[in-house]
């Protein structure tokens, strides 16, 4: 999607890139966007100091600005059906006039231009304001660092008959050059039931099999070696069948006191 939007293959209305700190310097993406001779005569509003767009007439806000009564629309002038206006960036903008005035604004222009690229830099712009510009613009794209020199662009596209298209990207620019890859989330492997109830509890459920032999090799004290002769499990007391035997230890308490005298029986 990103290849075909600055190849001008997609509507261009307004090209809103929503920049969140990333460090390639916004001079470098704005050209990849005005590249492009369907694109006419380029008109760049600008409201930041220190440019390298490419573009044949430079409006500086900054010089043409009156802070008595400030008019949007007379300080960057008129354009025509044949004008790609760049606007360098909405942040400055925003601040400059009310977000009302802005927002007709861009309305207003993107009917009387060939298209519109915009810059808006998220951490100098309330959510809520950002979220309003973002939903005029036909194009939304939000570019942050990712690794190294490649950056990840999360794009929103609308189509004329309202569908919109969302793509995540990762892409690079070299000596001019944009390179793009297709942007894949790592799946991370859900850890096993087994593993999951090992991980709640403080105490461990069930035995190993070493555990397990060592309780079948276990011989209780109180049994003798002949009496464990017989089968599984069975004890084995020579001349008694059947019958239990309790050999009092010296600690019961033994009473002669009747527990049922009270009882008329």
């Not at 509507?11 to 969140?20: A, H, I, S, Y």
């Not at 991370?188 to 105490?203: G, H, N, R, S």
């Not at 276990?218 to 009496?227: G, S």
Request: glycine residues 8%.
């Amino acid at each position: 999607m990103l290849s075909r939007l600055v190849d001008n293959v997609e509507e261009r209305g307004l090209v809103l890139l929503n920049l969140q700190g990333i460090y390639l310097p916004e001079a470098d993406i704005i050209n990849l966007f005005t590249n492009n001779a369907k694109l006419g005569n380029l008109r760049l509003v600008l409201t930041d100091r220190g440019d390298q767009t490419k573009c044949e007439t430079v409006i500086d806000v900054f010089e043409k600005i009156s802070f008595d009564s400030p008019n949007l629309e007379e300080v960057v002038g008129k354009f025509t059906k044949t004008d790609t206006v760049v606007i360098k960036s909405l942040t400055g903008l925003l601040q400059l006039f009310p977000v009302v005035s802005v927002a007709r604004w861009l309305h207003h222009l993107c009917g009387e231009v060939c298209g519109v690229v915009g810059v808006v830099h998220s951490e100098g712009v309330d959510e809520e304001v950002l979220d309003q510009i973002s939903r005029l613009s036909t194009s939304f794209i939000s570019i942050q660092p990712y690794s190294g020199d490649t950056n990840l662009c999360s794009i929103l596209h609308r189509k004329p008959g309202g569908k919109i298209q969302r793509s995540k990207e990762l892409f690079r620019i070299k000596s001019g050059v944009l390179k793009v890859e297709k942007f894949t989330v790592k799946e991370t492997k859900e850890p096993e039931e087994d593993q999951i109830v090992k991980a709640l509890t403080t105490f461990k459920i069930g035995t190993s099999s070493i555990e397990e032999k060592t309780k079948q090799e276990l011989v209780l004290p109180f049994f003798t070696a002949d009496q464990k002769k017989g089968a599984e499990g069975e004890v084995r007391i020579p001349g008694v069948k059947n019958k239990i035997y309790y050999e009092p230890d010296s600690g019961d308490d033994w009473d002669d006191e009747d527990p049922d005298e009270d009882l008329d029986l």
